[in-house]
Protein backbone atom coordinates (compact mmCIF):
# COMPACT_ATOMS: atom_id res chain seq x y z
CA UNK A 1 0.00 0.00 0.00
CA UNK A 2 1.24 3.78 -0.61
CA UNK A 3 2.31 5.71 2.24
CA UNK A 4 0.71 8.70 3.59
CA UNK A 5 3.31 11.32 4.50
CA UNK A 6 2.80 12.38 8.44
CA UNK A 7 4.44 14.97 10.98
CA UNK A 8 6.84 12.38 11.88
CA UNK A 9 7.49 10.56 8.15
CA UNK A 10 5.29 7.93 6.05
CA UNK A 11 3.01 5.75 7.09
CA UNK A 12 1.43 2.76 5.14
CA UNK A 13 -2.44 3.50 4.99
CA UNK A 14 -3.16 0.20 6.90
CA UNK A 15 -1.45 1.27 9.66
CA UNK A 16 -3.58 4.82 9.98
CA UNK A 17 -6.37 2.89 11.96
CA UNK A 18 -9.00 5.02 13.71
CA UNK A 19 -8.71 7.95 12.23
CA UNK A 20 -10.18 11.41 12.82
CA UNK A 21 -10.33 13.50 9.37
CA UNK A 22 -10.75 17.17 10.48
CA UNK A 23 -9.62 18.00 14.01
CA UNK A 24 -7.06 21.44 13.97
CA UNK A 25 -3.89 21.22 16.88
CA UNK A 26 -3.69 24.78 16.97
CA UNK A 27 -6.41 27.87 14.83
CA UNK A 28 -4.32 31.24 15.30
CA UNK A 29 -3.79 34.54 14.16
CA UNK A 30 -0.87 34.67 13.87
CA UNK A 31 -0.41 38.65 13.15
CA UNK A 32 -2.94 38.85 16.26
CA UNK A 33 -0.62 36.50 18.47
CA UNK A 34 2.24 38.15 18.09
CA UNK A 35 1.18 41.58 18.96
CA UNK A 36 -1.60 40.94 21.92
CA UNK A 37 -0.20 37.84 23.40
CA UNK A 38 -0.76 37.72 26.76
CA UNK A 39 -4.00 34.80 26.04
CA UNK A 40 -1.90 32.32 24.07
CA UNK A 41 0.78 33.04 27.21
CA UNK A 42 3.56 30.50 27.16
CA UNK A 43 4.74 28.60 24.27
CA UNK A 44 5.50 25.72 26.29
CA UNK A 45 2.57 25.50 28.24
CA UNK A 46 0.43 25.56 24.93
CA UNK A 47 2.35 22.23 23.64
CA UNK A 48 2.28 20.55 26.87
CA UNK A 49 -1.60 21.42 26.93
CA UNK A 50 -1.93 19.80 23.12
CA UNK A 51 0.46 16.66 24.61
CA UNK A 52 -1.96 15.90 27.27
CA UNK A 53 -4.61 16.42 24.89
CA UNK A 54 -4.27 14.67 22.13
CA UNK A 55 -2.46 12.04 24.44
CA UNK A 56 -6.41 11.55 26.17
CA UNK A 57 -7.40 11.37 22.46
CA UNK A 58 -4.79 8.20 21.64
CA UNK A 59 -6.48 6.79 24.87
CA UNK A 60 -9.77 6.16 22.73
CA UNK A 61 -8.23 4.06 20.43
CA UNK A 62 -8.00 6.93 17.73
CA UNK A 63 -4.35 5.78 15.90
CA UNK A 64 -4.70 9.83 13.53
CA UNK A 65 -6.17 12.87 13.18
CA UNK A 66 -5.97 14.86 9.86
CA UNK A 67 -5.65 18.64 10.40
CA UNK A 68 -6.52 20.98 7.89
CA UNK A 69 -4.88 24.01 8.70
CA UNK A 70 -3.54 26.06 6.56
CA UNK A 71 -2.40 29.28 5.43
CA UNK A 72 -5.43 31.94 7.21
CA UNK A 73 -5.17 29.23 10.03
CA UNK A 74 -2.23 30.32 11.37
CA UNK A 75 -0.10 26.79 10.38
CA UNK A 76 3.20 26.61 11.83
CA UNK A 77 4.78 23.02 11.55
CA UNK A 78 8.00 23.78 13.86
CA UNK A 79 4.90 23.60 16.61
CA UNK A 80 3.44 20.89 15.59
CA UNK A 81 6.76 18.62 15.24
CA UNK A 82 7.62 19.44 19.05
CA UNK A 83 3.80 18.22 19.43
CA UNK A 84 3.90 15.07 17.57
CA UNK A 85 7.41 13.82 18.81
CA UNK A 86 5.23 13.37 22.46
CA UNK A 87 1.81 11.81 21.29
CA UNK A 88 1.07 8.66 20.17
CA UNK A 89 -0.52 9.56 17.32
CA UNK A 90 -0.51 9.77 13.66
CA UNK A 91 -0.64 13.83 12.90
CA UNK A 92 -1.35 14.08 8.93
CA UNK A 93 -1.12 18.07 8.16
CA UNK A 94 -2.75 20.26 4.93
CA UNK A 95 -1.83 22.82 2.01
CA UNK A 96 -4.35 25.32 0.80
CA UNK A 97 -5.28 28.49 1.56
CA UNK A 98 -8.75 29.01 4.02
CA UNK A 99 -10.74 32.19 2.75
CA UNK A 100 -14.70 32.58 2.36
CA UNK A 101 -13.97 36.18 0.67
CA UNK A 102 -10.92 37.28 -1.02
CA UNK A 103 -7.53 35.24 -1.57
CA UNK A 104 -4.42 36.65 0.94
CA UNK A 105 -3.35 40.27 0.15
CA UNK A 106 0.24 38.62 -0.61
CA UNK A 107 -1.33 37.21 -3.31
CA UNK A 108 -3.28 39.77 -4.78
CA UNK A 109 -1.02 40.95 -6.87
CA UNK A 110 0.65 38.73 -7.99
CA UNK A 111 -0.36 35.39 -10.60
CA UNK A 112 -4.12 35.48 -12.16
CA UNK A 113 -4.35 39.00 -10.47
CA UNK A 114 -1.63 40.30 -13.09
CA UNK A 115 -2.89 38.92 -16.49
CA UNK A 116 -5.26 42.41 -16.71
CA UNK A 117 -2.24 44.36 -17.01
CA UNK A 118 0.29 41.75 -19.08
CA UNK A 119 -2.44 40.69 -21.19
CA UNK A 120 -0.72 36.94 -20.98
CA UNK A 121 -2.29 34.19 -18.91
CA UNK A 122 -0.18 34.50 -15.63
CA UNK A 123 -0.13 31.09 -13.99
CA UNK A 124 -1.03 31.35 -9.76
CA UNK A 125 1.99 30.79 -7.83
CA UNK A 126 -0.37 29.30 -5.53
CA UNK A 127 -0.12 25.80 -7.32
CA UNK A 128 3.50 26.00 -7.00
CA UNK A 129 3.36 26.59 -3.22
CA UNK A 130 0.90 23.71 -2.73
CA UNK A 131 3.12 21.29 -4.79
CA UNK A 132 6.10 22.31 -3.34
CA UNK A 133 4.32 21.36 0.48
CA UNK A 134 3.59 18.22 -0.58
CA UNK A 135 6.35 16.89 -2.73
CA UNK A 136 9.46 18.69 -0.70
CA UNK A 137 8.03 19.56 2.25
CA UNK A 138 6.70 22.96 3.93
CA UNK A 139 8.84 25.97 4.98
CA UNK A 140 12.59 23.63 5.44
CA UNK A 141 11.06 21.48 7.90
CA UNK A 142 10.73 18.40 6.25
CA UNK A 143 7.14 17.83 6.92
CA UNK A 144 5.14 16.84 3.48
CA UNK A 145 1.38 17.83 3.33
CA UNK A 146 -1.10 15.01 2.46
CA UNK A 147 -3.63 16.26 1.18
CA UNK A 148 -5.23 20.18 0.12
CA UNK A 149 -7.78 22.16 1.57
CA UNK A 150 -9.69 25.17 0.72
CA UNK A 151 -13.29 26.99 1.52
CA UNK A 152 -16.12 27.97 0.15
CA UNK A 153 -18.81 29.24 2.97
CA UNK A 154 -22.20 32.03 2.91
CA UNK A 155 -20.84 34.02 0.65
CA UNK A 156 -20.28 31.62 -2.15
CA UNK A 157 -18.01 31.55 -4.96
CA UNK A 158 -16.26 34.84 -4.71
CA UNK A 159 -13.22 35.40 -6.87
CA UNK A 160 -10.78 34.68 -4.18
CA UNK A 161 -12.35 31.52 -3.37
CA UNK A 162 -12.92 30.59 -7.12
CA UNK A 163 -9.17 30.91 -7.49
CA UNK A 164 -7.83 29.45 -4.49
CA UNK A 165 -10.35 26.06 -5.38
CA UNK A 166 -8.89 26.33 -8.29
CA UNK A 167 -5.51 26.07 -7.74
CA UNK A 168 -6.08 23.42 -4.99
CA UNK A 169 -7.34 21.23 -7.98
CA UNK A 170 -4.58 22.29 -10.19
CA UNK A 171 -2.12 21.04 -7.41
CA UNK A 172 -4.54 17.67 -6.62
CA UNK A 173 -3.80 17.19 -10.62
CA UNK A 174 0.25 17.50 -10.25
CA UNK A 175 0.54 15.42 -7.05
CA UNK A 176 -3.03 13.59 -6.74
CA UNK A 177 -3.43 13.77 -2.78
CA UNK A 178 -6.81 14.15 -2.37
CA UNK A 179 -8.55 17.79 -0.67
CA UNK A 180 -10.85 18.66 2.03
CA UNK A 181 -13.51 21.71 1.39
CA UNK A 182 -14.56 23.23 3.91
CA UNK A 183 -18.44 23.90 2.72
CA UNK A 184 -21.80 25.80 4.22
CA UNK A 185 -24.63 23.10 3.54
CA UNK A 186 -27.24 25.51 4.23
CA UNK A 187 -26.88 27.68 0.79
CA UNK A 188 -25.65 24.37 -0.75
CA UNK A 189 -22.23 25.21 -1.73
CA UNK A 190 -21.19 21.81 -2.34
CA UNK A 191 -22.94 22.34 -5.59
CA UNK A 192 -20.51 24.60 -6.89
CA UNK A 193 -17.66 22.73 -5.31
CA UNK A 194 -19.02 19.84 -7.82
CA UNK A 195 -18.90 22.55 -10.88
CA UNK A 196 -15.81 23.79 -10.19
CA UNK A 197 -13.88 20.40 -9.64
CA UNK A 198 -15.29 18.50 -12.47
CA UNK A 199 -14.71 21.76 -14.41
CA UNK A 200 -10.81 20.88 -13.51
CA UNK A 201 -10.44 17.06 -14.05
CA UNK A 202 -11.08 15.92 -10.22
CA UNK A 203 -12.60 12.77 -9.52
CA UNK A 204 -14.99 13.82 -6.66
CA UNK A 205 -14.38 10.59 -4.89
CA UNK A 206 -11.21 11.93 -3.89
CA UNK A 207 -13.18 14.81 -1.88
CA UNK A 208 -14.17 15.78 1.27
CA UNK A 209 -17.21 17.92 1.46
CA UNK A 210 -16.77 19.23 5.32
CA UNK A 211 -19.23 20.28 7.53
CA UNK A 212 -21.34 18.12 5.44
CA UNK A 213 -22.92 17.30 9.27
CA UNK A 214 -24.44 21.26 9.84
CA UNK A 215 -27.38 20.08 7.48
CA UNK A 216 -30.35 18.03 8.09
CA UNK A 217 -31.17 17.89 4.89
CA UNK A 218 -30.48 14.44 4.36
CA UNK A 219 -31.54 14.55 0.70
CA UNK A 220 -29.24 16.98 -0.27
CA UNK A 221 -26.79 15.17 1.57
CA UNK A 222 -27.36 12.27 -1.08
CA UNK A 223 -27.32 14.44 -3.87
CA UNK A 224 -23.82 15.08 -3.22
CA UNK A 225 -23.13 11.84 -2.35
CA UNK A 226 -23.99 10.31 -5.50
CA UNK A 227 -22.05 12.59 -7.41
CA UNK A 228 -18.86 10.80 -5.27
CA UNK A 229 -17.97 13.37 -2.49
CA UNK A 230 -16.98 12.22 0.78
CA UNK A 231 -19.51 13.80 3.26
CA UNK A 232 -17.39 15.40 6.61
CA UNK A 233 -19.90 14.70 9.66
CA UNK A 234 -17.51 16.45 11.19
CA UNK A 235 -18.29 18.65 13.66
CA UNK A 236 -19.59 17.26 16.72
CA UNK A 237 -19.48 19.08 19.48
CA UNK A 238 -20.45 22.91 18.38
CA UNK A 239 -23.92 22.68 19.13
CA UNK A 240 -24.66 26.66 18.76
CA UNK A 241 -26.93 26.74 16.04
CA UNK A 242 -27.70 22.80 15.83
CA UNK A 243 -27.87 20.29 18.86
CA UNK A 244 -26.25 17.24 19.23
CA UNK A 245 -28.97 15.00 18.26
CA UNK A 246 -29.27 16.65 15.74
CA UNK A 247 -25.80 16.07 14.42
CA UNK A 248 -26.11 12.34 15.69
CA UNK A 249 -29.31 11.65 13.94
CA UNK A 250 -28.68 12.73 10.39
CA UNK A 251 -25.50 9.97 10.72
CA UNK A 252 -28.15 7.53 11.37
CA UNK A 253 -30.30 8.48 8.67
CA UNK A 254 -27.53 8.84 6.07
CA UNK A 255 -26.16 4.87 7.25
CA UNK A 256 -29.47 3.97 7.18
CA UNK A 257 -30.29 4.66 3.64
CA UNK A 258 -26.73 3.22 2.81
CA UNK A 259 -24.11 5.64 2.76
CA UNK A 260 -22.09 4.63 5.52
CA UNK A 261 -19.34 4.43 2.78
CA UNK A 262 -19.62 8.01 1.95
CA UNK A 263 -19.36 9.80 5.26
CA UNK A 264 -16.50 10.29 7.91
CA UNK A 265 -16.62 11.42 11.71
CA UNK A 266 -14.54 13.85 13.45
CA UNK A 267 -15.44 17.46 15.36
CA UNK A 268 -13.35 20.03 13.77
CA UNK A 269 -11.73 20.41 17.56
CA UNK A 270 -8.52 22.31 18.05
CA UNK A 271 -6.24 22.51 21.51
CA UNK A 272 -6.32 26.19 21.49
CA UNK A 273 -8.23 28.60 19.01
CA UNK A 274 -8.21 32.23 19.15
CA UNK A 275 -11.42 32.63 17.64
CA UNK A 276 -13.52 31.93 20.57
CA UNK A 277 -12.76 33.58 23.72
CA UNK A 278 -12.39 31.48 26.16
CA UNK A 279 -15.53 32.74 28.11
CA UNK A 280 -17.41 31.53 24.91
CA UNK A 281 -15.80 28.33 25.15
CA UNK A 282 -17.86 27.66 28.28
CA UNK A 283 -21.30 27.22 26.27
CA UNK A 284 -20.02 24.24 23.69
CA UNK A 285 -18.91 21.45 26.84
CA UNK A 286 -18.93 18.73 24.74
CA UNK A 287 -16.43 20.20 21.99
CA UNK A 288 -13.35 18.47 22.60
CA UNK A 289 -11.65 15.71 20.64
CA UNK A 290 -12.84 12.64 22.69
CA UNK A 291 -16.62 13.53 22.38
CA UNK A 292 -17.20 11.42 19.57
CA UNK A 293 -15.91 8.69 21.47
CA UNK A 294 -17.55 9.24 24.86
CA UNK A 295 -21.09 10.44 23.41
CA UNK A 296 -21.16 9.93 19.47
CA UNK A 297 -20.61 6.78 19.13
CA UNK A 298 -22.86 5.06 22.39
CA UNK A 299 -25.75 7.32 20.51
CA UNK A 300 -24.74 5.88 16.90
CA UNK A 301 -24.98 2.19 18.19
CA UNK A 302 -28.33 2.75 20.11
CA UNK A 303 -29.77 3.98 17.34
CA UNK A 304 -29.11 1.10 14.60
CA UNK A 305 -26.12 2.02 13.10
CA UNK A 306 -23.65 -0.90 13.07
CA UNK A 307 -20.09 -1.65 14.44
CA UNK A 308 -19.36 -2.58 11.16
CA UNK A 309 -20.53 0.69 9.90
CA UNK A 310 -18.57 2.82 12.49
CA UNK A 311 -15.44 0.82 11.46
CA UNK A 312 -15.97 1.87 7.73
CA UNK A 313 -16.17 5.46 8.56
CA UNK A 314 -13.63 6.09 11.37
CA UNK A 315 -11.14 3.32 9.36
CA UNK A 316 -12.20 2.14 6.35
CA UNK A 317 -13.17 5.48 4.70
CA UNK A 318 -10.09 7.16 6.03
CA UNK A 319 -7.77 4.96 4.47
CA UNK A 320 -9.32 5.11 1.07
CA UNK A 321 -9.27 8.57 0.86
CA UNK A 322 -5.55 8.42 1.28
CA UNK A 323 -4.82 5.59 -1.22
CA UNK A 324 -4.49 6.10 -4.82
CA UNK A 325 -2.37 8.82 -4.26
CA UNK A 326 -0.61 9.47 -7.64
CA UNK A 327 -3.31 8.45 -9.68
CA UNK A 328 -4.86 11.71 -9.77
ZN1 LIG B 1 -11.75 23.13 10.68
Known sequence: MPPVQT???????????????????????????????????????????????LTALAATGVRSIVDPTVVGLGRYIPRI???????????????????????????????????AAFGTDVPDPMVDLFVRDITEGIAGTGVRAAFLKCAIDAPGLTGGV???????????RRTGVPITVHTHPGTRTGLLVKRVLTEEGVDLRRVVLGHSGDTTD???????????????????????????????????????????????????????????????????????YTHIHEDVLPYLREHGVTEEQIETMLVGNPRRYFENVGTG
Not at 162 to 172: G, I, P, T, W
Open 7 to 53: VRGPVDTAELGQTLMHEHVFVLTPDVQQNYPEEWGSEDQRVADAVEK
Open 81 to 115: QRVAEQVDLNIVVATGCYTYEDVPFFFHHRGPALN
Open 162 to 172: ERVMRAVAKAH
Open 218 to 288: ADHLCELADAGFLLGMDRFGINLATTFEARADIVVEMCRRGYAEQMVLSQDAACYIDWVAPDVMAFLPQWH
